[in-house]
């Protein structure tokens, strides 16, 4: 069992930055390659970005792709997700996510997710 556990969420303003961490459990994080997803009220669970489980490979959803990055560190079983020229779009909860494959979009192949932290972007 792989707990996950998201920081990093709150309160922005239009065109503010924002860093989220997701710190796992895991013994063997570096076997995981990790997601973030986001799901504002009302609408489904979508994806943002994922990486590799070394790190090499990262892909990203249009609509935050130049402005997300996501990163991790092995050695601290972390995975960040670096959120600049935030939009009030982008409010919603935001779920850190691990699966043993990498270049998952769907959440429903992932195995493992965190509780979610709260990001809202004020106009």
């Known amino acids: 069992q792989v707990q996950l556990v998201e920081s990093g969420g709150g309160l922005v303003q239009t065109g503010g930055s924002l860093r989220l961490s997701c710190a796992t459990s895991a013994r063997t994080f570096s076997s995981y390659a990790m997601g973030w997803f986001r799901q504002a009220p009302g609408k489904e669970r979508e994806f943002v970005a994922a990486i590799s489980r070394s790190g090499a490979g990262r892909i990203y959803a249009d609509s935050v792709k130049v402005r997300f990055t996501i990163s991790r560190d092995n050695a601290k079983n972390t995975v960040y997700l670096q959120m600049n020229s935030l939009k009030p779009e982008d409010t919603a909860v935001y779920y850190c996510?691990?699966?043993?494959?990498?270049?998952?979009?769907?959440?429903?192949?992932?195995?493992?997710w965190g509780q979610g932290t709260q990001v809202t972007v004020s106009s």
């Open positions: 996510s691990a699966d043993r494959t990498f270049g998952l979009s769907d959440p429903k192949e992932y195995d493992y």
